[in-house]
Structure formats: C-alpha cells, structure tokens
C-alpha cells in the first residue's frame, strides 16, 4: 500500500492523464492507488493506445 501511495502521489505530480503500463499486476496496483488517493488519472494497458 506504501508503494502504490508514492506512484500514485509520482503520478499526480507529473500531471500525466494517462498510465500506460503492459503489467496486469501493475493495471490493479496503480488503479487502486489512484482510487484511495482520489487521483482520477486513467490506467491504461498499452495493447489498449495502439
């Protein structure tokens, strides 16, 4: 949960939209963190921007 608190605050900062990542695992660890931290920048599996 500390790991995914940091991306989640990691991601905010570089005010990305999007997170593309080809990790399954990854998808539901930083959606997650994303939820909790009230982030609403989206998770995206890579297959999914081609």
Do not use: F, W, Y
Not at 10 to 36: E, F, M, W, Y
């Amino acid at each position: 949960m500390e790991i995914a608190g940091k991306k989640a605050e990691n991601i905010k900062k570089s005010g990305a939209d999007v997170v593309a990542t080809a990790c399954p695992g990854c998808i539901i660890q930083l959606k997650d963190g994303l939820h909790r931290a009230g982030i609403q920048t989206e998770v995206k599996h890579v297959v999914e921007l081609l």
